[in-house]
């Protein structure tokens, strides 16, 4: 399998190539050359895998560069019991006749990024220790990818992380989750000021090719396509445990910012998955909303990016989203260039044409979105009539799907976060807190380790000089 750009730069290339790399050198993002598609005797011998085994089977359709039996080795070694704390590691649960959870946040950090970012440690270690080089993350945070990203590499050869987040912004949970970690590889860098701002800095040194160069800096953000592929596996277990056959359809609900956990999604649909509906389901921040209502996509500036009770998906732009695009236009890559690198980045928006948008529904997908007093009520329905607390980006996810449910098709809602993790809006809707896993019960009185920096990127870049 080799990987291509959406933007035309056809030099294909292989998984281990761009296992590392960030946007394809034409500012595109990687696909693979085509979808493997699986045939139904396979999918019923998949069905009585393990997670691990499964995942390797998927893997390993994408991955010609690492030998398969090295393949294999790491997948088993990263979705264990042990780390994701149940052995179908994505265990299903029945909210109602036909509606389900799948929980995708039983991980390290109590958020479905650890499905991937679990794996991509894995990855990096192992194919750094092959070429015999090192890398240091560089990343800003305001929660979530954070955390995920350090809890993966924490310990892993070759790897320094240096992640930026704003000091005093996080919960204090969330700060408790990141600077109580003691591993040496691990830098936590508080900066006095705003995301943006931590992000500003990210992009200055990036920008500086030689000390990018010199330092061997790199990131693991969500346009990675191993994230994206390691996500496929759990809809293909979700669909398993929903149904008896092979024959039987199901739906996915999934809360989403930027575009990552549905693109894979539309993956798992392109290889053959019997999929129904992709319902995506947004916040106040309905820019994915938006275009699969009216086939305009409108990119919002910072002042119109509301900050949400479901922060996770308060994003102004949908970073994987020309994946998707790339393969709606047919694979035309002078048609999405056009979109995204001259009308998007001159107009901040674009919008199909009539046939383009007519295609959408051949694809399964449809959307809606939700408010805060939206996921208040449905934060408590579901404690009331299920008596299961779920998190505010689920909440999200279970509401849209309510508006989007077919006679007959099950329909899986994706859990990208335990409650735990948004405890204030939790305790709005139901006036209690909500549970907390045994192994984080009082994590915020940990010694912590973390330095403060003014919003200067020299002092940031003269820190990696001296630890990198
Ligand atoms: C990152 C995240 C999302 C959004 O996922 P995308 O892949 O960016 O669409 C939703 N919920 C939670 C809890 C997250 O951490």
Known sequence: MKYISTRGDAAPRGFSEILLEGLAPDGGLYLPTHYPKIDTATLARWRDLTYAELAFEILALYIADIPHADLKRLVSQTYTEQVFGTREITPLK???DGLYLEALSNGPTLAFKDMAMQLLGALFEYELARRGQTLNILGATSGDTGSAA????RGKQGVKVFMLSPHGRMSPFQQAQMFSLQDANIHNIAVEGVFDDCQDIVKAVSNDLAFKRRWKIGTVNSINWARLLAQVVYYFAGYFQATKNNDERVSFAVPSGNFGNICA???ARMMGLPIER???ATNENNVLDEFFRTG???ARGSAETHETSSPSMDISKASNFERFVFDLLGRDAARTRALFADELAKTGRFTLTREEFARIAEYGFVSGSSTHADRLATIRDTAQRCGTVIDTHTADGLKVAREHRDAGVPMIVLETA?????SAT???ALGREPERPAALQGIERLPKRFEVMRVDAQAVKDYI???G
Do not use: D, N, Q, S
Not at 150 to 153: D, K, L, P, S
């Open 465 to 467: 000089a001296r630890h």
């Open 94 to 96: 029945k909210l109602e």
């Open 278 to 280: 992709l319902v995506l």
């Open 296 to 298: 305009t996509y409108r």
């Open 150 to 153: 350090e809890y993966a590499m």
């Open 265 to 267: 999604g539309h993956v």
């Open 418 to 422: 335990l409650p735990a993790k948004f």
């Open 426 to 428: 939790i305790v709005e």
